[in-house]
C-alpha cells in the first residue's frame, strides 16, 4: 500500500467513523412524550436527564381529556386529542421542569441537563 493509498484510506474511515457518530445525535433531538387512555393523568417517555441542546418535544394526547405540556416556560396548547410541537434549549447544569398546566399536581417532572 502506497502512502498515497493509505492517506485515502484513512480519510474513509475517519469519514465513516464521524458520520456514524453524527447519526444518532440528531435523532435524539426530538423527544415524544404521551398520555394515553390506560394513563390518562401521567405523562410517558419523558427523559429523566438530557445533554445541553436544543431539543424539540413532540407532546401526543390520546387520553381524551385536554392537557399540555410545558417544558420550562415553553408550553404546547392545550389539546384533547393529538398532537403539539415546541423546541426547548437546555442550559447544562440546570433542572428543566416539566408539567402539564391544568393538573400539575399530578401531571409533573424534572429533567437534569447535562
Given amino acids: 500500500m502506497t502512502i498515497r493509498t493509505r492517506s485515502i484510506a484513512i480519510g474513509a474511515i475517519s469519514a465513516i467513523a464521524l458520520a456514524g457518530a453524527a447519526g444518532p445525535a440528531l435523532a435524539q433531538k426530538t423527544i415524544t412524550v404521551t398520555t394515553t387512555k390506560s394513563s390518562p393523568m401521567a405523562f410517558t417517555g419523558a427523559p429523566k436527564t438530557l ?3 436544543t431539543y424539540t418535544f413532540k407532546y401526543v394526547n ?3 381529556i385536554a392537557h399540555n405540556l410545558r417544558v ?3 408550553a404546547t396548547p392545550l ?3 393529538g398532537s403539539k410541537t415546541i423546541k426547548v434549549t437546555l442550559k447544562k447544569g440546570t ?5 402539564c398546566d391544568p393538573h400539575a399536581t399530578m401531571m409533573k417532572g424534572t429533567i437534569k441537563v447535562t
Fill in 95 to 99: 433542572t428543566v421542569k416539566y408539567v
Fill in 62 to 64: 390520546s387520553s381524551g
Fill in 79 to 81: 389539546i384533547t386529542t
Fill in 72 to 74: 420550562g416556560s415553553t
Fill in 51 to 53: 445533554k445541553a441542546g
